[in-house]
């Protein structure tokens, strides 16, 4: 599976972005999908998941009610829908898969990463 992450850029306190994440090769129905991102001298962080097969999400408690994950299977594309956003939301953000059943919120259980979209607020 090879991920192409898109979407970042500079954006007032406030305002909002759409992060893509467009998969090729197979997405199994038991995959998750996840956004992490990495904010400059911090660890890489969970943010958001869905489930392929039936679209379930899961997201860190920072993000809930701000941000939106959803894939459409027919382009194999996952989406980050980010509003409100904060200066704290600064960082790479990095689209990442895994194959194991069940959802998944830490970095070593994904097996294919992205190459990283910068989002950068400003207050």
């Known amino acids: 599976v090879q991920l192409q992450a898109s979407g970042g850029g500079l954006v007032q306190a406030g305002g909002s972005l759409r992060l893509s994440c467009a998969a090729s090769g197979q997405i199994r129905s038991h995959y998750n999908v996840a956004w992490f991102r990495q904010a400059r001298g911090k660890e890489r962080e969970f943010v958001a998941v869905v489930r392929w097969s039936d679209g379930d999400t899961g997201y860190t408690d920072s993000v809930r009610g701000r941000f939106v994950i959803s894939r459409d299977n027919a382009k194999s594309t996952v989406y980050l829908q980010m509003n409100r956003l904060k200066p704290e939301d600064t960082a790479v953000y990095y689209c990442?898969?895994?194959?194991?059943?069940?959802?998944?919120?830490?970095?070593?259980?994904?097996?294919?990463w992205g190459q990283g979209t910068l989002v950068t607020v400003s207050s």
């Open positions: 990442a898969v895994s194959t194991r059943s069940g959802f998944d919120y830490v970095k070593p259980a994904y097996e294919y």
